[in-house]
Every structure is written in structure tokens, then in C-alpha cells.
């Protein structure tokens, strides 16, 4: 283990009181923008309800009584406690530089949704000071990028049903996930299961308002204005744009971006976790990782209306009345199917076609990836989906 970590884990373990007697921290196992997690042993766990060995079993789970950290010393631990299996925890060392809002909302949401199936549930919290640590269940899985290639259409629809089924759950409760990316879905290709974890810019349905969900009249009146006052291409565009500027949640990881996250609507829906799906299975089946690779939004727009075409992401934009218009040479107006993609990403433009399960699986894709958000399937309606019957093979 390298200096740093090892700092690092003893600033932890001496910046909350009692933490030695009841973590022993092992590695760290993940840093991201907004904490670091470490996986620890958890010394004391059966004086919790030790219901929740998301090892075993992933079922439904009891969260524990909240408790405060014991003084006994480890030392003093009897003996049958020593010699139980561990149970392994995952904790999330949340940066201090994240707001208190942001803190509470990831912990609320996980503490909502802390019944449902295939969401990683929050053991406990400990603040102290300004530093706030989360306490999961250790829960075992590859990096995505070790088994994405070697995975088969079936393997594919299981990986998926896990990972619906967790979205299923959190949109039924109104709540967006807002980063549905591989490292967010922690997978173990040995148990084929999985969790959904990191609420860190979830947020519940709602918002203000937008046109694309006005009624049909204001949504009339609101796009003609929309299409006047922008320029026509052949004007090239306003040098001062008084056109009032937009502000939405953009919120998520470049790549797994909707396109009406893109577009800035303002209300946006559980469906934006469902396009960021697609793009996980777009680049299972065309064994790319990342598939999009912009660098901000304009470019993710591009590579969006790559294959979609000028046609269909001018449609896109009115729903959130917004002009799409691009003189990119590469941006076709009809742009390519999905079935042509994946030949091409997988190096097979000679005339091979896609297996049936692949063609099934690109069916599905297509419903995933509907550039109109009103029109893409939702977690309930994919969990029906002849698709997902491939993985009961
Ligand atoms: P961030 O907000 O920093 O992205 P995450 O909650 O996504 O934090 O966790 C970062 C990484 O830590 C994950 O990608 C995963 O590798 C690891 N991790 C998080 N929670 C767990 C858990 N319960 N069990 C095992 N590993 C976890
Ligand atoms: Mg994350």
C-alpha cells in the first residue's frame, strides 16, 4: 500500500473517536470526486443486527439500530466474536469540500430507499466535525472493464435486470439516480448480482417548469417563439445573444448524459437514468469503453447526432424547444441504425450480420436510446421486456 493511503487511513481512523474499536480498515478500494472508500472489517458487527451479509445473501435487509461507538477496546472482545467470520463494510470518507446539503441528500435518499432490492443499503453515518462517513456493506465485484468484453447477449439481459431492478425501486420512489455509469452498478460476475450505489447527485422528481411538459397550447406558443428567435443557420448565429440563457441540472458523468439533460430541459425525468443505461449496453455490444468520449456538452451532442442524425436531433430539441443545427460534414442527416454501429464498433463491415440474441438486444438498445424521453421505455416496462427472457436461458 502506498504512503499516501496509509496517511490517508490513519487520518481517518484518528479523526473519529472510537473508530479503532469497531473498524479495522483494510485497503482502499475507490476515490472519486466526491469521497474515498475504503473497505474495513468490521470488528463489533454482531452487536448490530448481522442481517445484512450482502455476501450471501441480497435479499431484503434490516438496517440496525443506530448505536454509538463503543469504548471497549478490541482487546477486551471475547473470544467466539473473534473467531466468527468477518463481515466487511464499505466506507465512504465523503470530502469535507462536499456541501452539508449534498452530504444530507445523498444520506436521506439512501435512507429512503434502504428497502429495495439490489440498492446498496446504508448501514450508518458518523459526523464528526466537518468530516462525514458513510457505512455500507462490503459488497464484491469486478471492474467492469475486466468482463464487459467476454459477455454474452444473456449475460448481458442478467446484468441489466439487476440493474433495473434496482432503477425500478428508486424511481418508484420519485427519486433520479442521476449517474447511472458502470462504477455506480457494482457487479459480481461470479454471483451475477448486483448494487446500485453512490446517491451522491440523486435527487427527487420535479422541478420547475418545461415546455416539454406544457399543455399542448403553451407548448405551441412557446416553440414557435423558441424557432423565430433563434437565427437560421444560413445567418450564422447572434454575435450578442439575447436569448435568456438556461440553467438545469447537468449533473452526471460526461458520456452518460441524456440528450435532453443536454439540452438543458429543466424537467428532467427518471428517464435520463434509462439513457444512461443504453450507453452502458451500446458499449457492452460494441465492446468499447467509453463509447462517448466527449469533452464537454457540445461535443456529446455531436457525437449523439453522429448517429442519430441531424434529422432526428432537430426533433429532439424542439421538445425542449431548442434549435439543433449543426454544418459538421460527418453529421449525416440520416445518420446510421444502431445494428450498423455495432458492426462497425465491432469490426464486422463485411457483410457479417448481428446474431438473433444480439438482434434482440439491439431492439432493446434502440428503446433505451429513444432520443425523446416521453417515448423511452421505462425500468418497469424493461423488466417485461422480451430481452430480459434471454437471461433465463
Ligand atoms: P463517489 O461518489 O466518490 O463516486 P461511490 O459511492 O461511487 O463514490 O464509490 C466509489 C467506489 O468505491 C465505487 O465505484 C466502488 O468501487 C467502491 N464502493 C462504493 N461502495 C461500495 C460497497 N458498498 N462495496 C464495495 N465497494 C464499494
Ligand atoms: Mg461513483
Given at each position: 500500500?502506498?504512503?499516501?493511503?496509509?496517511?490517508?487511513?490513519?487520518?481517518?481512523?484518528?479523526?473519529?473517536?472510537?473508530?479503532?474499536?469497531?473498524?479495522?480498515?483494510?485497503?482502499?478500494?475507490?476515490?472519486g470526486?466526491?469521497?474515498?472508500?475504503?473497505?474495513?472489517?468490521?470488528?463489533?458487527?454482531?452487536?448490530?443486527?448481522?442481517?445484512?451479509?450482502?455476501?450471501?445473501?441480497?435479499?431484503?435487509?434490516?438496517?440496525?439500530?443506530?448505536?454509538?461507538?463503543?469504548?471497549?477496546?478490541?482487546?477486551?472482545?471475547?473470544?467466539?466474536?473473534?473467531?466468527?467470520?468477518?463481515?466487511?463494510?464499505?466506507?465512504?470518507?465523503?470530502?469535507?469540500?462536499?456541501?452539508?446539503?449534498?452530504?444530507?441528500?445523498?444520506?436521506?435518499?439512501?435512507?429512503?430507499?434502504?428497502?429495495?432490492?439490489?440498492?446498496?443499503?446504508?448501514?450508518?453515518?458518523?459526523?464528526?466535525?466537518?468530516?462525514?462517513?458513510?457505512?455500507?456493506?462490503?459488497?464484491?465485484?469486478?471492474?467492469?472493464?475486466?468482463?464487459?468484453?467476454?459477455?454474452?447477449?444473456?449475460?448481458?439481459?442478467?446484468?441489466?435486470?439487476?440493474?433495473?431492478?434496482?432503477?425500478?425501486?428508486?424511481?418508484?420512489?420519485?427519486?433520479?439516480h442521476?449517474d447511472?455509469?458502470?462504477t455506480n452498478?457494482?457487479?459480481?460476475?461470479?454471483?451475477?448480482?448486483?448494487?446500485l450505489v453512490d446517491f451522491g447527485l440523486a435527487?427527487?422528481?420535479?422541478?420547475?417548469?418545461?415546455?416539454?411538459?406544457?399543455?399542448?397550447?403553451?407548448?405551441?406558443?412557446?416553440?414557435?417563439?423558441?424557432?423565430?428567435?433563434?437565427?437560421?443557420?444560413?445567418?450564422?448565429?447572434?454575435?450578442?445573444?439575447?436569448?435568456?440563457?438556461?440553467?438545469?441540472?447537468?449533473?452526471?458523468?460526461?458520456?452518460?448524459?441524456?440528450?435532453?439533460?443536454?439540452?438543458?430541459?429543466?424537467?428532467?425525468?427518471?428517464?435520463?437514468?434509462?439513457?444512461?443505461?443504453?450507453?452502458?449496453?451500446?458499449?457492452?455490444?460494441?465492446?468499447?469503453?467509453?463509447?462517448?468520449?466527449?469533452?464537454?456538452?457540445?461535443?456529446?451532442?455531436?457525437?449523439?447526432?453522429?448517429?442519430?442524425?441531424?434529422?432526428?436531433?432537430?426533433?429532439?430539441?424542439?421538445?425542449?424547444?431548442?434549435?439543433?443545427?449543426?454544418?459538421?460534414?460527418?453529421?449525416?442527416?440520416?445518420?446510421?441504425?444502431?445494428?450498423?454501429?455495432?458492426?462497425?464498433?465491432?469490426?464486422?463491415?463485411?457483410?457479417?450480420?448481428?446474431?438473433?440474441?444480439?438482434?434482440?438486444?439491439?431492439?432493446?438498445?434502440?428503446?433505451?436510446?429513444?432520443?425523446?424521453?416521453?417515448?423511452?421505455?421505462?425500468?418497469?416496462?424493461?423488466?417485461?421486456?422480451?430481452?430480459?427472457?434471454?437471461?433465463?436461458?
Amino acid at each position: 500500500v502506498d504512503g499516501n493511503i496509509l496517511h490517508d487511513m490513519e487520518k481517518l481512523q484518528s479523526a473519529i473517536p472510537g473508530f479503532r474499536n469497531q473498524y479495522r480498515l483494510i485497503k482502499r478500494i475507490g476515490e472519486g470526486t466526491f469521497s474515498t472508500v475504503y473497505k474495513a472489517e468490521d470488528l463489533a458487527y454482531d452487536r448490530f443486527d448481522n442481517s445484512w451479509d450482502m455476501e450471501k445473501d441480497n435479499e431484503k435487509w434490516t438496517p440496525p439500530p443506530l448505536k454509538s461507538f463503543s469504548t471497549q477496546s478490541t482487546a477486551t472482545l471475547d473470544h467466539t466474536q473473534r473467531r466468527r467470520k468477518p463481515k466487511y463494510v464499505a466506507i465512504k470518507k465523503i470530502y469535507v469540500t462536499s456541501s452539508p446539503t449534498r452530504i444530507l441528500n445523498e444520506l436521506e435518499l439512501l435512507h429512503d430507499l434502504r428497502d429495495c432490492q439490489s440498492v446498496c443499503p446504508l448501514i450508518t453515518a458518523f459526523r464528526q466535525t466537518d468530516q462525514v462517513v458513510a457505512i455500507l456493506p462490503y459488497f464484491r465485484h469486478a471492474d467492469f472493464r475486466q468482463y464487459f468484453r467476454k459477455m454474452t447477449v444473456p449475460d448481458m439481459a442478467i446484468y441489466l435486470k439487476s440493474l433495473f431492478t434496482a432503477l425500478s425501486s428508486v424511481h418508484a420512489n420519485g427519486i433520479l439516480h442521476r449517474d447511472i455509469k458502470p462504477t455506480n452498478f457494482l457487479y459480481d460476475p461470479a454471483s451475477r448480482r448486483g448494487v446500485l450505489v453512490d446517491f451522491g447527485l440523486a435527487e427527487r422528481e420535479g422541478g420547475t417548469h418545461c415546455i416539454c411538459h406544457d399543455d399542448p397550447v403553451a407548448r405551441k406558443t412557446r416553440l414557435r417563439a423558441a424557432l423565430h428567435s433563434s437565427s437560421a443557420p444560413h445567418n450564422g448565429f447572434p454575435k450578442q445573444d439575447t436569448r435568456p440563457s438556461r440553467r438545469a441540472n447537468r449533473a452526471g458523468t460526461r458520456g452518460f448524459r441524456a440528450p435532453e439533460v443536454l439540452f438543458k430541459c429543466t424537467q428532467q425525468t427518471t428517464k435520463i437514468d434509462i439513457w444512461s443505461v443504453g450507453v452502458i449496453l451500446l458499449t457492452i455490444l460494441s465492446r468499447r469503453f467509453p463509447f462517448f468520449n466527449s469533452a464537454d456538452d457540445v461535443e456529446a451532442m455531436i457525437e449523439i447526432a453522429t448517429i442519430f442524425g441531424q434529422k432526428r436531433m432537430r426533433a429532439a430539441g424542439i421538445l425542449h424547444g431548442c434549435m439543433f443545427d449543426s454544418n459538421i460534414p460527418t453529421i449525416g442527416q440520416v445518420g446510421f441504425s444502431l445494428e450498423r454501429i455495432i458492426l462497425w464498433s465491432t469490426c464486422r463491415d463485411n457483410g457479417e450480420k448481428l446474431s438473433d440474441d444480439e438482434k434482440k438486444a439491439v431492439e432493446f438498445l434502440g428503446r433505451c436510446l429513444e432520443l425523446d424521453p416521453s417515448k423511452r421505455i421505462s425500468a418497469d416496462e424493461a423488466l417485461e421486456h422480451d430481452f430480459m427472457k434471454l437471461g433465463d436461458r
